[in-house]
């Protein structure tokens, strides 16, 4: 599902115009966004699941075109477990 897909559905499902529903889902990514910027982020939706930012360790990997060994920095990543609900429907 892409996010005009996503758009077009949340308005028919709300009752509201797309220009809402775009509105809305750009507000919620931006929070999203924000809240997982912070020192301890982690976002909780219940039933649906938990956003996360989890740290990354620098390490080894390999170049697959010629082989050679390379440096991966260490960095944050955005991790997501599915709640209960979410799993059961899926």
Known sequence: ?????????????????KAAAGTALDSFTTSVTKALKKKDGKVTLVGFGTFSKVRRKARKGRNPQTGEAIKIKAKNVVKFKAGKKLQDAV
Not at 5 to 16: F, S
């Open 1 to 17: 599902m892409t996010k005009a897909e996503l758009i077009e559905k949340m308005a028919k499902d709300a009752g509201i115009t």
